[in-house]
């Protein structure tokens, strides 16, 4: 076992609750706003059906505050769009590669402890952005979450939680309409409930313990690293907080969880590749160097300017990132997980070329019907 993964493994493992988040699915996907209400007063803190909640407060502070993230959040939310693209093959014929969001999708923005406003706009500023129609927000009815969801511009605030507001959303009931896509991070229980419908709904993945790993070397700032290490561990139980370094000096000073010596920043380079943190920050000329090279990071923090916690609220990266090492393989939210390519297949007088090649393959996996259906196109018709 590397040393990454042995880090990894440091972080106790949640107990399995698959079994009751299958039977809370199970009930509000048959019973509707009456599971639902149910498991809220057992579970949850929401409101009673119609679930709706409005009317919120912020601070004039705060309010100015999630205006700059808005606009930050948008902006790079919508460089990541892509337009349609149409080919013209060889053949004669086209295909356009059509980009299209999805209608309906949902924010879930946790609350439990603290309401998180922030979340908030992660996920409603990208939806929107990417085009999608419908933008909903659950959570706790906590009047700022509410207020800067108002602000984000979403739809409607339904005050439902945990796996029951998961299995609302992606079957629907009386009162909550079946969306797309769900997005967003929460408890244990909220997570396993994404997962579970993923077949149904989309998702952006398992939202695991949050984590930050930091290299730094000579000329690193080490207070302000420090810093973001400890706003890191805030995230609660479970978060991750790593060091790596060609000094020892440096290491002890930067008061990680867990401290990698390393010989040189080669090496620093593999340990980071292969342990895939959610947050990478870079501090030091010799670290710095290293960021055309970094691939496997959720979100990638360069300079001793450049703290994790600016991209948790306003520098306009999303802070909802993969975590548990998905970053070898996941990115964090973008437009890309409200929208879908679509191909649009214009054949035309291209027909006899394509079944020329087309009908032997068919032949070949026993589709005689395939076959056929090509073949009547060998000939042009009206």
């Known amino acids: 076992m590397g040393r990454a993964e042995q880090i990894r493994a440091s972080v106790p493992a949640g107990a399995s609750i698959a079994e009751p ?19 809220e007063a057992e579970f949850g803190a929401g409101t009673t059906p119609p679930f709706t ?24 939310a919508e460089a990541g769009l892509d337009e349609d693209r149409l080919v013209t093959l060889p053949q004669g014929h086209s295909v356009k590669l059509r980009d299209v969001p999805v209608r309906r999708a949902a924010v879930y923005a946790p609350g439990g402890r603290n309401p998180y406003p922030s979340t908030v706009v992660m996920g409603v500023v ?45 079957y629907g009931t009386e009162s909550i309409p079946r969306v797309d896509v769900i997005v967003g991070p929460g408890s244990l229980w909220v997570q396993e409930a994404k997962r579970q419908v993923s077949g149904v709904v989309g998702i952006d993945g398992f939202a695991g313990p949050s984590d930050l790993t930091v290299v730094a070397t000579a000329g690193a700032d080490l207070e302000a690293m420090r810093a973001d290490l400890a706003g890191q561990a805030e995230h609660g139980e479970g978060s991750l907080t790593v060091a790596v370094s060609d000094s020892h000096a440096i290491l002890d000073a930067l008061e990680a ?9 080669d090496e620093a380079l593999a340990f980071v590749e292969e342990l895939a943190p959610e947050h990478l920050q870079l501090a030091g000329a010799d670290a710095e160097a290293l960021a055309p090279r970094i691939r496997s990071a959720g979100c990638l923090f360069v300079g001793n300017a450049s703290g ?25 939210l973008n437009v890309r997980h409200f929208r879908r390519r679509m191909a649009e297949v214009r054949v035309g007088s291209a027909g006899a070329a394509l079944a020329t090649a087309g009908v032997p393959i068919a032949e070949a996996e026993a589709f005689p019907a395939h076959a056929a259906s090509m073949a009547l196109r060998q000939n042009p018709r009206p």
């Open 21 to 39: 988040v299958t039977a809370i699915l199970a009930a509000v996907r048959t019973g509707g706003d009456a599971a639902l209400a149910r498991y």
């Open 53 to 76: 909640a409005s009317g919120g407060e912020l601070t004039d502070a705060v309010r100015a505050g999630l205006r700059v993230a808005i606009a930050n959040v948008r902006a790079v």
């Open 126 to 170: 990208t939806a929107r952005a990417a085009g999608v129609d419908e933008v909903y927000v659950v959570g706790a009815p906590h009047p700022v979450m509410v207020a800067t969801a108002e602000l984000c511009g979403a739809d409607a605030y339904f005050g439902i939680t945990g796996a029951q507001a998961v299995a609302a959303l992606a």
């Open 257 to 265: 969880q867990h401290a990698v010596l390393v010989a040189d920043m």
């Open 308 to 332: 994790t916690a600016f991209g948790d609220y306003v520098a306009g990266s999303n802070h909802t990132l993969p975590t548990e090492g998905a970053a070898r393989f996941a990115s964090g």
